[in-house]
């Protein structure tokens, strides 16, 4: 039997699509190293476990995957009826059983996979919303999910780092983060400078300039950590708020 493929012709598309299933097997991976003791342990997320990211990311995908639907029926279907309706979910989800932790995140993650193959090549520019609010075409939700894997694989705090992150998420990240800043007012006296390249994101007017390289930056950025990350001469200070 041949392998079906995605039905997007689209090379950009086609190579989003590519990292965020290299980011879902890398966050397997790295769930797959942790023994079923080894979930009940911490997360880089202070009010979390490891199992309630594992929840949180097999739920993101039903989520997303119900946005892919909403392109191709043309049928309004939410991502979650509340926030408060998510945070509940990831909540139960944490309660689960190691095996049903596992295969929530598996099948979830398999489920979206075959929407976006499936989603035909003129549906993708085709609108849903995003629990925040936006309004996006459905080839965003690639996006979504391609952060979602890649930092909350570091976020179990099983050995992955920033720099295990590809370059292009990297800098995608940043460019998203520093935008939220800029659209909140947030940046204000802060200008960030990826070292070795002309990455420069802020305020231009500052009294602060963040250094390092592309991995420590974005490390930074996201509220995880300051290795490799210089403030001039003083202390460096927290990252605004992105999400």
């Known amino acids: 039997m041949v392998a079906r493929q995605d039905l997007t012709t689209d090379p950009g598309l086609q190579e989003q699509l590519l990292q965020a299933r290299r980011g879902t097997a890398f966050f397997a991976r790295k769930l797959n190293e942790l023994s079923d003791a080894e979930l009940d342990g911490g997360s880089l997320l202070p009010a979390w476990s490891r199992r309630h990211v594992i929840a949180h990311v097999g739920y993101n995908a039903r989520a997303i995957a119900r946005l892919v639907e909403w392109a191709g029926t043309g049928v309004e279907t939410p991502m ?9 979910e990831i909540d139960f989800g944490a309660t689960l059983s190691p095996i049903a932790l596992r295969n929530l995140f598996d ?5 979206l996979s075959v929407e976006w193959r499936d ?5 993708w520019r085709h609108t849903v919303r995003t629990i925040q609010g936006r309004e996006v075409p459905a080839s965003e939700t690639v996006w ?20 295990d992150i590809p370059v292009s998420v990297l800098q995608r990240l ?4 520093t935008g939220a800043w800029a659209a909140r ?10 070292a070795g390249t002309d990455l420069v994101f802020g305020d231009p ?5 963040i250094t390092g390289p592309l991995a420590g930056v974005v490390q930074w950025a996201t509220g995880r950590g300051t290795d490799g990350v210089t403030a001039g001469a003083g202390p460096v200070p927290a990252a605004p ?3």
Not at 80 to 88: A, G, H, K, L, T
Not at 119 to 123: S, T
């Open 80 to 88: 979650y009826p509340s926030v408060s309706v998510r945070d509940e």
């Open 107 to 111: 099948h979830s993650a398999v489920h």
């Open 119 to 123: 989603l035909p090549e003129d549906e």
């Open 144 to 163: 979504m999910r391609t952060r979602e894997v890649w930092v909350h694989a570091v976020d179990l705090d099983n050995g992955a780092t920033f720099a």
């Open 174 to 177: 940043l460019r998203d983060i």
């Open 185 to 194: 007012g947030t940046n204000k006296g802060l200008l960030v400078k990826v």
């Open 205 to 209: 007017d500052t009294a602060v300039v």
């Open 241 to 243: 708020k992105w999400i």
